[in-house]
T-cell receptor, first 117, second 114 residues
């Protein structure tokens, strides 16, 4: 089975621009989560989607948004980029969404490294 | 609030020596606990997870971890380090208070000396 794929792998943008990142989960996985990883803040949860619905959202401003399509592929968008948005954005997929009794392994993609100048 | 503390941002061991990476959590109820590994320029890979079954959990690549409720710890060990173990290791916890989302530790970089 192919793993989680993320495109693009690297992006350079300037402040004020917007960006869209894409994630294709493992075939059959319907839950997709997004994380931001920075040296200062570490790994932080952005949001989780299941069956095209956002189930959970982390503590990020409204500039960060996402969506999931019927084929489970997901995109996240960041508008009005700031220097502090420079990070590695990781996508993870699992069979079922997070919840009581669900300890499905999350499988991570290689990430998209976003640099904001 | 839930938190995960990994003691030591960097741990250095000699090849063949015991690896011990520490993780402590704060949680009011027994959580689910995870260890992930991240190699340079790659995503994270699950090493092992505790889901309220056996307290000693065996994972991939010879790693294991023991859940100790009284100490709120979930330390990761490996009897004999290999050069290929050099990577960053993350401990994570999930429980009802966080809607079962993963709360991550800051990570520990494991350095293997030849």
């Amino acid at each position: 089975k192919a793993g989680v794929t993320q495109t693009p792998r690297y992006l350079i943008k300037t402040r004020g621009q917007q960006v869209t990142l894409s994630c294709s989960p493992i075939s059959g996985h319907r839950s997709v989560s997004w994380y931001q990883q920075t040296p200062g803040q570490g790994l932080q949860f952005l949001f989780e989607y299941f069956s095209e619905t956002q189930r959970n959202k982390g503590n990020f401003p409204g500039r960060f948004s996402g969506r999931q399509f019927s084929n489970s592929r997901s995109e996240m968008n960041v508008s009005t980029l700031e220097l502090g948005d420079s990070a590695l954005y990781l996508c993870a997929s699992s069979l079922r969404p997070s919840g009581v009794g669900s300890t499905d392994t999350q499988y991570f993609g290689p990430g998209t490294r976003l640099t904001v100048l | 609030a839930q938190s995960v503390t990994q003691l030591g941002s960097h741990v250095s061991v000699s090849e063949g020596a015991l690896v011990l990476l520490r993780c402590n959590y704060s949680s009011s109820v027994p959580p689910y606990l995870f260890w992930y590994v991240q190699y340079p320029n790659q995503g994270l890979q699950l090493l092992l997870k505790y889901t309220s079954a056996a307290t000693l959990v065996k994972g991939i690549n010879g790693f294991e971890a023991e859940f100790k409720k009284s100490e709120t710890s979930f330390h990761l060990t490996k009897p004999s380090a290999h050069m290929r173990d050099a990577a960053e290791y993350f401990c994570a916890v999930s429980e009802e208070d966080s809607n079962y989302q993963l709360i991550w530790g800051a990570g520990t970089k494991l350095i293997i000396k030849p």
